[in-house]
């Protein structure tokens, strides 16, 4: 069983930055990503990272400004978030997908297997 536990949340000014972590991220996942879901909306792909190779993908609203990356060792998945705006506020949460198949419809919720708690994050001057 994985339970993924995120941490590094908050409040930031918009322009700032924060960095998300995702820990106990275990070795036979596939791919592990990040999603958010603002109030009142669907919840929506971020970044994903395969886990062996380090193959990344983001959403276009985050390209240039969200860097995503792993450390195997510590099995953690981490989110670099910079230049951060207003809308950017969501509820993000960590997700890991086990199989190469399912991967390949990584920007559905429906295709990732395990999820963690969710943590908040507030771009807000």
């Known amino acids: 069983q994985v339970q993924l536990v995120e941490s590094g949340g908050g409040l930031v000014q918009p322009g700032g930055s924060l960095r998300l972590s995702c820990g106990n991220v275990?070795?036979?996942?596939?791919?592990t990503g990040w999603f958010r879901q603002a109030p009142g909306k669907a919840r929506e792909f971020v970044a994903s990272i395969t886990w062996r190779n380090g193959v990344k993908d983001y959403a276009d609203s985050v390209k240039g400004r969200f860097t995503i990356s792993r450390d195997g060792a510590e099995n953690t998945m981490y989110l670099q978030m910079n230049s951060l705006k207003a809308e950017d506020t969501a509820t993000y949460y960590c997700a890991a997908c086990i199989s190469r198949d399912k991967y390949f419809g990584h920007y559905y919720a429906s295709n990732w297997d395990y999820w963690g708690q969710g943590i908040q994050v507030i771009v807000s001057s």
């Open positions: 275990n070795f036979a996942i596939y791919a």
